[in-house]
Structure formats: structure tokens, C-alpha cells
């Protein structure tokens, strides 16, 4: 097993010959996967390491069984558990047989779970016990294979409260826009790919999975977060490519951990991350490339990515090929020169609303709830949700620009700033930090600081020192969860 996960390092970089042919379907990246890049490691975990050609084999197993078991083209099948091979098999094997795949998300309570099964109705329930080993392979090849403009994921959506809707993907979405994000991160079959992300989410299946094997990359699958466990993979199995969002890289970073000398990049995501405190992370831990993307469940999980650059202290990230962005007010008319406003987003990555809908009509554009802004060149900067905006006496304020002032501070390792009524200004701003290693934070020092670099009205009133980030299940800030915690704790805020 350690000679597998530890191949030798290639001193030369090989690019995909563009003439080999280009997958239309999930199907088509395991076959395509089984013929270039046969014995080369595809999916690793802690038990198990398969190769693109063993990959292949084992997905066909599981078509077979799910065939046997009535499994038809368009049936929906819910695949649950943790991030592992199996779960891979599971959701490419049901893809075979022309399925619909659903990941459920691990650790959903029982209510949860049987809401969500409710919902989607699925014929069949996967999980991680499943095992294929010894099926017999009825047909080498499906007998109704999916063709591009069909169903192939439907992923839950990401927010931090009600009910989540379901987004439906198909198959030349998925393998069209996650091969172009594999071209502009660079990724190679030498790569080895670590995704601290639930399968179960888009930047998990979409952005890391389906981009490396697209790549011809090997994925390492972690069943559970653990930022110890992180480090001595990367160190121990000499991983080159990190993904995760900011909050796995500042965990990290405080953890002072030793990542040695293979990984070359990190790659981030969400309206969420302080260029700054990203950059200065990564450069500790001896990372020398940051690319940081934009994007959201109904466009496919990406819209636009970007470097982030020494020394750079926002992101400007480019619309990804075939996917226009465009700003506007709140009535709907165009927004330029630089001013901020509605995202709107449109091109074959947004997907329909509902897996109820009918086919989305292209010209559709999409608004994101984010508030950004467009550069002369077309380059997005995200400046906030704008469900996340707070008005103070009137005034805008974007609460990502008042955390980096935070943590420009050196006693502040993270922070989350959210909106509290008020009935004077409207609403007053409240913050919450996590103290950097081996320092202590004083509330009034930390608001004297944001005086020195913000216009009054973002300063905040009160600073909270919290022990951690109140996060979301798939690693994202939960500012309804500090808000709550406020409005609970009644600390006259």
C-alpha cells in the first residue's frame, strides 16, 4: 500500500494530447480514464487504491448488480456514507446504468435523512457497506448509456438554513465546465489531489473528484476532517494539490503543521475568503500557488476563478470559458465602471431550478445573491451575499471588508462579522474572533485598530472571542449561527 501511495515523482509535466477525444458523459471520464491512463492510481483511500483500469472495473461490477437489482435509465439513486472508493463505485456505477445520482450528505439526523428521501424518492438508497467485489459483469458496456444533455447529479444546496433545494446537473455540464477548471488549474496525471470536502457537495464531486479524474490525476479521499490528518497526508503521501475552504487552510496554519515540499497549489472557494490571511497562510506552510473560485450550486458549483498573488489584497477572478457575468442594480439595469451590485450569471453551467423543471432556457440569467464588481476587463471581484450585508445608518457595509481589517490585526487569527438590530442606526456590527496562537485579544484594542482603517461606519461595536468559527456542514462561516448565538446568549449586543 505505501509504494502505491507513494509513486515517484515525474521531473517532466505531461498534458493530455487534446486528439485522444473528449468525454461527453460521467461514463465516458471512467472509460476514457481506463484507456489513457490504465495503471496509473485514480481513487485512493484508507483501505483501498485503485487504478483508472481497476476503477473501471469495479464501476462496471456495480452497474452490473444495480442492473440486476431493477435499477433503469432515469431512476434516481441516493448515495450516503463518507468520502471513500466505495462511494466513488457507488455513484459512478449507478451513472452507468443511465441513473440519476443523489449524494446525501453524512451525518444528516434522522429527520434530515428521511425528509431528503422523502423529496428526492430515490429506487435505491446506497451507503457504506455497500460492496461490489465478485458481481458479475453482465454487459461490458451499458445498454442504454447516458448521452450529454441528460441528468447525472442532483446536489443539494449549500445554505445555512430551511430546507435545501435540489439542483439537477447533466452529464455535458458537469464534464465540460470541470474539465476546463482541471486546464486552468493546471492539473496533470502526476498530480495527487486531496479534497478536505464532502463528496456529497459540488466542490467535493465536482471540483475535486471530476476534475482530477478528467485530469488523469490521483484523488486521495478523506472519510473525516481532521487537520492533523490533513497535514501528515499531504507530508507522508507527498500530495501536490490541496482543496478545501479558507477555514481548512487557517486551520492548518494554526495548527502549525509541517506540510514538506510536494504541494505546489491550494485551491479555495466561497465569498468567504480574506486574500490576505490566505496568502500569508499558504506561504507558511510553504504553498507557492493560490487559486481561489467563485461559483454556486445552480451554476454547477463554478463560475470564475483566479490567482491570488503575492502581496494582492482582493481576488480578481475570470468568468470561466462560455459563462458570461454581468452586474446590475436592484431593478435589473446594467451596472459598469467598477460600481458594486447584483451578480447575474449566465451560460450552459447554470442549471435548471428544480429537477422538476423543464429544460432551462439559455438566456436565463441567474442572480447569485452576491453583491461583486467588474473591472474594464471583465474580471470579478465578490464583494459580499448580499444577504450579508449590513446597513448601518444607511451606509453599505460589506462584512468581509471589516474581517480583514480584523485580521490585519496580528492578535486575530479569524473573523466573522454580522449585523445586529439597532434602533438608532438600523443595525450595529458585531464581530467575532479566534485569537491567533499565543496571543490574547482585548475587545476595545481591536475596535481602536478598525478605527485606524475603516470609515466609522464599519466599525464594529462589539468584538466576541470565540473559540472557533461557527461553520456550516460543508466547512463555510455560518453567520446565522453566531447571530443566533447572540440573540441566545442576550450579552446586550
Not at 433503469?72 to 441516493?78: E, H, I, L, Q, W
Not at 503575492?310 to 465602471?337: F, H, K, N, Q, Y
Not at 451560460?347 to 428544480?354: A, D, K, P, Q, T
Not at 461583486?372 to 450579508?388: A, C, K, W
Request: charged share 20%.
Amino acid at each position: 500500500m505505501t509504494s502505491m501511495l507513494n509513486p515517484p515523482v515525474v521531473a517532466s509535466r505531461t498534458w493530455l494530447n487534446p486528439g485522444m477525444g473528449s468525454p461527453a458523459t460521467l461514463v465516458d471520464v471512467i472509460e476514457r480514464g481506463a484507456a489513457l491512463f490504465d495503471r496509473r492510481l485514480a481513487v485512493v483511500d484508507d483501505e483501498t487504491a485503485l487504478s483508472y483500469t481497476a476503477l473501471r472495473t469495479r464501476t462496471h461490477e456495480m452497474a452490473a448488480r444495480l442492473r440486476a437489482d431493477g435499477v433503469r435509465p432515469g431512476d434516481m439513486v441516493a448515495v450516503a456514507g463518507r468520502n471513500g472508493v466505495r462511494w466513488v463505485i457507488a455513484a459512478f456505477g449507478a451513472s452507468m446504468c443511465g441513473a440519476v445520482v443523489a449524494p446525501l450528505r453524512h451525518g444528516l439526523t434522522d429527520g434530515e435523512h428521511t425528509t431528503a428521501l422523502g423529496e428526492l424518492a430515490p429506487v435505491r438508497v446506497l451507503g457504506d457497506e455497500l460492496s461490489c467485489t465478485g458481481a458479475e459483469t453482465t454487459s461490458p458496456q451499458p445498454e442504454h448509456p447516458p448521452r450529454d444533455r441528460d441528468m447525472a447529479l442532483l446536489l443539494a444546496t449549500s445554505g445555512t438554513t430551511g430546507t435545501p433545494d435540489y439542483v439537477p446537473m447533466t452529464h455535458g455540464q458537469l464534464v465540460r465546465l470541470y474539465g476546463e477548471v482541471g486546464r486552468r488549474l493546471g492539473l496533470v496525471p502526476e498530480d495527487r489531489l486531496l479534497g478536505a470536502v464532502p463528496l456529497a457537495h459540488s466542490f467535493g464531486f465536482n471540483g475535486v473528484l471530476l476534475a482530477g479524474l478528467l485530469a488523469g490525476a490521483s484523488v486521495r479521499l478523506l472519510p473525516t476532517y481532521d487537520r492533523r490528518r490533513v497535514a501528515a497526508l499531504v507530508r507522508d503521501e507527498r500530495l501536490t494539490v490541496v482543496f478545501g475552504p479558507p477555514t481548512v487552510f487557517h486551520d492548518l496554519g494554526r495548527a502549525d503543521v509541517v506540510l514538506g515540499d510536494s504541494c505546489r497549489l491550494a485551491v479555495s472557494g466561497s465569498a468567504e475568503v480574506s486574500a490576505p490571511v490566505l496568502r500569508s497562510t499558504c506561504d507558511r506552510l510553504g504553498i507557492p500557488e493560490v487559486v481561489v473560485g467563485y461559483g454556486l450550486t445552480e451554476a454547477a458549483g463554478t463560475v470564475a476563478m483566479g490567482h491570488l498573488h503575492p502581496g494582492a489584497d482582493r481576488i480578481w477572478m475570470t468568468p470561466l470559458s462560455g459563462v458570461e457575468v454581468r452586474i446590475a442594480d436592484e431593478d435589473g439595469a446594467g451596472l459598469g465602471g467598477g460600481e458594486a451590485g447584483r451578480i447575474l450569471v449566465r451560460g450552459y453551467n447554470v442549471c435548471r431550478r428544480s429537477f422538476r423543471d423543464p429544460v432551462p432556457d439559455p438566456s436565463h440569467w441567474l442572480d447569485t445573491g452576491d453583491v461583486g464588481r467588474l473591472d474594464r476587463t471583465g474580471r470579478l471581484i465578490v464583494e459580499s451575499r448580499r444577504d450579508d450585508m449590513v446597513v448601518v445608518s444607511g451606509y453599505n457595509v460589506y462584512p468581509q471588508e471589516v474581517e480583514a481589517a480584523l485580521m490585519a490585526h496580528p492578535s486575530v487569527a479569524a473573523a466573522v462579522v454580522v449585523g445586529m438590530p439597532d434602533p438608532r442606526r438600523g443595525q450595529h456590527l458585531v464581530a467575532g474572533v479566534v485569537t491567533s496562537v499565543g496571543h490574547r485579544a482585548s475587545g476595545d484594542v481591536l475596535i481602536s485598530h478598525c478605527r485606524k482603517l475603516l470609515a466609522s461606519n464599519k466599525n464594529p461595536r462589539t468584538v466576541v472571542v470565540l473559540s472557533q468559527l461557527p461553520l456550516t456542514a460543508t466547512g463555510k462561516v455560518s453567520r446565522s449561527a453566531l447571530r443566533r448565538r447572540l440573540e441566545q446568549e442576550d450579552t446586550n449586543v
